[in-house]
């Protein structure tokens, strides 16, 4: 597996523990019971939400599947993934501190 592919199943295995709320570190229990948990609490959505929760349980589980099995091929996924968002561009910005303790910024004239 070449570097980018690595890097590439890496971020894959991250955007599924993410939609458990869980980090690189997770072990299999933590996963099951993060899952669970998600489940539970979107099975019990309000009717007008419903579709939108299925949605969400559907991903869920889907992400709990392929961290789950000791054989997946995070590879795979790789397309299936959203774009990255584009970074953020920070704007300098002028920072001054009052007297009394207040931070004040502005953007500068452009």
């Known amino acids: ?12 295995e991250e ?11 997770a072990n299999p229990l933590a996963i099951e019971t993060a899952r669970d948990g998600i489940v539970g609490f979107l099975s019990a959505a309000p009717s007008d ?5 299925q949605r969400q349980i ?6 709990y599947a392929v961290l789950s ?7 795979a996924y790789v397309e299936q993934l ?6 953020a561009r920070a ?10 303790g207040t931070v004040v910024a502005s953007a500068p004239a452009v």
């Not at 955007?15 to 570190?25: C, K, P, Q, S």
């Not at 704007?91 to 009394?100: I, L, Q, Y």
Request: aromatic share 6%; net charge negative.
């Open 91 to 100: 704007v300098p910005a002028e920072v001054e501190v009052e007297d009394d």
């Open 58 to 63: 559907s991903l869920t589980d889907e992400a």
């Open 69 to 75: 099995d000791p054989t997946a091929d995070f590879t």
């Open 15 to 25: 955007e599924f523990l993410g939609r458990l709320g869980l980090d690189r570190g």
């Open 82 to 87: 959203p774009p990255a968002a584009p970074a």
């Open 49 to 53: 939400l419903r579709t939108w929760a």
């Open 1 to 12: 597996m070449t570097v980018d592919a690595r890097a590439a199943a890496r971020k894959v």
